[in-house]
């Protein structure tokens, strides 16, 4: 499978699996749907690492109480500095802005 690995929107339509394609890059920006349906969004360097620490309950507070959890969306970036603005922007967004981004509709920056 062919991955455009300059979109802001590679998680889209892709699994966890195809995350390989995307392990040179820098940074990731996620989404992790809560067992209560809820979405958490973070970045990490090592994002399949950083999902098993957040299903080990000890990823962070939030979704410590809402396990398990799975990753439904994750963007690549090139550095940690413009990984965390994209996290700050999508912490912004209604949960249905978010749940727009996991199911892939582009009208969301």
Known sequence: ME???ESRQLGVGYSIFDLSAFLEERAF???????????YCGWSFDIIKRLKVHNSGKGAKYTGARLPVELVYFEVYKDKTDAMKREY???QLTKKQKERLVNGIKDII
């Open 3 to 5: 991955i455009d690995v």
């Open 29 to 39: 920006v996620y989404l992790l749907r809560c067992n209560d349906n809820s979405l």
């Open 89 to 91: 922007e999508i912490k």
